[in-house]
């Protein structure tokens, strides 16, 4: 079974600052990679994604995700942060199970506080 | 298209008492997960089905909780008798063969008092 680990449980930095995210995942075959964002008292939303090609990925408000396959990771960063930026961003990984459809897991979330 | 809707939004029971929840997938999505979210966690996987068949529920305390998906469209998930631990956002997502990303719904919020 496949699982997901986030190595930082808070992050705390400045308007402006980078920021970067791991996330490693165990499961030795193919993969589907997200990353959703949940903000204060609202739903899931997703950040970006990878399937295929190009392991650079952008996604939206200037996040951005590599993959790198023999590391088994998919750290996002943002050079630049604002104070909106400030929720809990989760790491997600996808198997294709035949029959049974894509089973979905999630690591455990950072949460991140930008302050101004 | 139409988003995963799911009711209540909140909802606070005493312990030992029943809750249900309800979730309406995106049309035409055969897959429907239910995931457990406690406060400071990732959502973890209690149960997920394919049309109106579970494919994996070994995460579900299925001594207390349940959930069907009688017609392979909408799906209730029950909790009986909650615990305090129970108390947690309960999300329903739903990923169709098209797509490449699930989508969720707003999610429940359960207080067990």
């Known amino acids: 079974a496949q699982s997901v680990s986030q190595h930082n449980h808070h992050v705390i930095l400045s308007e402006a600052a980078s920021l970067e995210l791991g996330c490693n995942y165990s499961?030795?075959?193919?993969?589907?990679l997200f990353w959703y964002v949940q903000y204060p008292g609202q739903h899931l939303q997703l950040l970006l994604k990878?399937?295929?090609?190009?392991?650079l990925v952008k996604g939206i408000k200037g996040f951005e995700a590599e993959f790198i396959k023999s590391k088994f990771s998919f750290n996002l960063r943002k050079p630049s942060v604002q104070w909106s930026d400030t929720a809990e961003y989760f790491c997600?990984?996808?198997?294709?199970?035949?029959?049974?459809?894509?089973?979905?897991?999630f690591g455990g979330g950072t949460r991140v506080l930008v302050k101004p | 298209e139409a988003g995963v809707a799911q009711s209540p939004r909140y909802k606070i029971i005493e312990k030992r008492q029943s809750v249900a929840f309800w979730c309406n997938p995106i049309?035409?999505?055969?897959?429907l997960y239910w995931y457990q979210q406690i406060l400071g966690q990732g959502p973890k996987l209690l149960i997920q089905?394919?049309?109106?068949?579970?494919?994996?529920d070994s995460q579900l305390p299925k001594d207390r909780f349940s959930a069907e998906r009688l017609k392979g469209v909408d799906s209730t998930l029950k909790i009986q008798p909650a615990k305090l631990e129970d108390s947690a956002v309960y999300l329903c997502?739903?990923?169709?063969?098209?797509?490449?990303?699930?989508?969720f719904g707003q999610g429940t919020r359960l207080t067990v008092v």
């Open positions: 997600a990984v996808s198997i294709m199970i035949k029959a049974a459809g894509n089973k979905l897991t």
């Open positions: 499961y030795g075959g193919t993969v589907n």
């Open positions: 990878y399937f295929s090609g190009d392991p």
């Open positions: 049309s035409g999505h055969a897959t």
């Open positions: 089905f394919q049309n109106n068949g579970v494919v994996d």
């Open positions: 997502a739903s990923f169709g063969i098209m797509n490449t990303e699930a989508f």
